[in-house]
């Protein structure tokens, strides 16, 4: 049983920065690969970032590449998202996802573990 709760979302203004963080219970974030992904009202849920279960390895959806990044505290258990130089399409609900692939990938369906989703709110 895994367990992930999301905390850090808020209103922010255009050009900020917010850091998001996902706690695991349940199961050790050593032994799961974790990703982020959001949803705009009206829009397809998007990929945004992943990390594999060691942490050696990163990737990024391309419109937040070069200013999102993720990574992972096995020891505490915590994944983080950190976005920097944020723009008004960045609004969303941002959902932290885990799973035991050692690469899960951008494919929501490869991820079993589902947080309950933050807001980010970016004001133009």
């Known amino acids: 049983q895994v367990q992930l709760i999301e905390s850090g979302g808020g209103v922010v203004q255009a050009g900020g920065s917010l850091r998001l963080s996902c706690a695991a219970s349940g199961r050790s974030f050593s032994t799961l690969s974790v990703g982020w992904f959001r949803q705009a009202p009206g829009q397809d849920r998007e990929f945004v970032a992943t990390?594999?279960?060691?942490?050696?390895?990163?990737f990024y959806g391309d419109s937040v590449k070069g200013r999102f990044t993720i990574s992972k505290d096995n020891a505490n258990n915590i994944a983080y998202l950190q976005m920097d130089s944020l723009k008004p399409e960045d609004t969303a609900i941002y959902y932290c996802?885990?799973?035991?692939?050692?690469?899960?990938?951008?494919?929501?369906?490869?991820?079993?573990?589902w947080g309950q989703g933050t807001q980010v709110t970016v004001a133009s």
């Open positions: 990390i594999t279960v060691s942490g050696g390895y990163t």
């Open positions: 996802a885990a799973d035991a692939r050692v690469v899960a990938g951008a494919t929501e369906s490869n991820y079993d573990y």
